[in-house]
């Protein structure tokens, strides 16, 4: 799904309801400069699911 992560873009990978992991990417000039991905179990539980229309 895509969320807002800290005023920027990503995706949420969500697994019977639960969120499994978070991807935002950092874009400069047009470009990717960054890729971040928090998979850690404990951290990841705490976040909300967004419905599916974001």
């Known amino acids: 799904r895509i969320v807002r992560v800290n005023d920027s873009l990503g995706l949420m990978s969500v697994i019977d309801g639960?969120?499994?992991?978070v991807l935002t990417v950092t874009v400069?000039?047009?470009?990717?400069?960054?890729l971040y991905i928090l998979a850690d179990p404990d951290r990841v539980a705490r976040l909300e699911v967004p419905d599916e229309r974001g």
């Not at 639960?18 to 992991?21: E, G, I, Q, T, V």
């Not at 400069?28 to 960054?34: L, V």
């Open 28 to 34: 400069a000039d047009g470009r990717i400069t960054g």
């Open 18 to 21: 639960r969120p499994r992991s």
